[in-house]
């Protein structure tokens, strides 16, 4: 979804309805969330440190190749080595920090610094308070501060307060970890043992109160959010409108999954794209880029390409072939192909290293 909404849906899978950026990023924390078991039992340090491993590391590291890609892809739509001053490397550094992510090609790695710290307040918040933690008080206090959060962006009013990016976005995300927890452990069994008529009932009443809400709603596109890694694009009057986004586009989905995902829950693709969904967030990007520079190549060297617009590419990194809609399906493809062939490549690597290790 993530892939599909950055090329401007090529599929838009029930997205006139449910729209990909309606729900997507309170959905991932809702799954951070159903998998999160932070108690007083929990040792902070090592908690610490596995987030910083499986996290922060990743993020470094990708982002480090992502940038190694672009200074050569600049390189190459621009004639000349491209230099950096001190003061683009530190301006870069700080939207680490505040928007969460460096530059560009990596933009949607924004989401793991924001993860990060959530998953870290989330721990220390639970670990205080864990004799006197009550799941639904939790969700009904992160909710509050979460519709505070919106009020304030909805009304522009975090404008230009990049230092309080990253608190406030924590302050969003903080129901939809809770919530995770809460269809863990009160909710899952229930849902899941629904029978299919009840759970198809579901979805069409789901379907339905979207049409209903994009009628009542000023603009029907209201319904979503756009830039929660900047947050803005909180378009709606209501400032209850991205919790309920969120909630109706989790439900959807969980209901759509546990009806009709039976069938690939044993393939090995499928399980391979959900083990390094790390690499397609933070590179998919990058391919779209290095079809866009092979395309160049093709147009500047071989033979004219219609409708692609070499100005345009040379100036953007968000910049698609505009020949046809469906075209738009070869940078999905190549998004999602591409980070996974290159992660099986590392770990193929990963494996000859650890082969002559053992060797010796």
């Known amino acids: 979804m993530v892939v599909d909404h950055h090329t401007f849906t090529a599929f838009k899978v029930f997205g006139n309805v449910i729209p990909y950026n309606s729900f997507f990023m309170p959905m991932f924390v809702f799954v951070s969330g159903y998998f999160n078991k932070v108690d007083s039992s929990t040792n902070l340090r090592t908690y610490l440190i596995k987030k910083i491993k499986s996290l922060i590391i990743p993020y470094v590291g990708i982002s480090l190749l992502a940038f190694v890609l672009q200074f050569l892809m ?3 739509k621009g004639g000349e080595v491209p230099s950096y001053s001190l003061e683009y490397l530190a301006y870069m550094l700080e939207r680490v920090v505040t928007v969460g992510s460096a530059f560009s090609l990596v933009e949607p790695m924004w989401f793991v610094i924001t993860l990060f710290t959530l998953l870290i307040v989330y721990a220390l918040l639970k670990k205080a308070l864990d004799k006197i933690w009550n799941n639904f008080v939790a969700f009904t206090i992160f909710s509050i501060f979460s519709f505070i959060v919106v009020f304030l962006a909805h009304n522009n009013l975090l404008i230009s307060k990049s230092y309080l990016l990253l608190p406030m976005k924590v302050l969003f995300f903080l129901p939809f970890i809770e919530l995770g ?7 899952e069994k229930i849902h899941s043992g629904l029978s299919g008529t009840w759970k198809i009932a579901i979805l069409m009443t789901l379907i339905g109160f979207n049409v209903i809400r994009t009628i009542y709603l000023p603009d029907s596109y209201d319904i979503a959010f756009d830039s929660l890694n900047e947050l803005t694009g909180f378009t709606s009057p209501f400032f209850v409108t991205p919790m309920v986004s969120s909630l109706v586009g989790i439900l959807f989905w969980l209901t759509f999954v546990d009806l009709i995902g039976k069938p690939v829950y044993e393939s090995r693709f499928v399980n391979y794209m959900s083990c390094n969904t790390f690499w397609i967030m933070g590179l998919h990007i990058v391919f779209f880029n290095l079809i866009n520079c092979i395309l160049l190549l093709i147009s500047e ?7 692609f617009d070499i100005e345009e590419f040379r100036g953007t990194e968000w910049y698609y072939w505009g020949i046809s809609d469906n075209i738009k399906m070869l940078y999905v ?7 996974l062939w290159l992660k099986w490549i590392f770990d193929r690597l990963t494996c000859l290293k650890k082969e002559k290790r053992s060797a010796h």
């Open 301 to 307: 060297h071989i033979a004219y390409i219609p409708y």
């Open 181 to 187: 927890v809460i269809y863990r452990k009160y909710l």
């Open 74 to 76: 600049s390189w190459f």
């Open 333 to 339: 493809f190549v998004g999602i192909l591409g980070p």
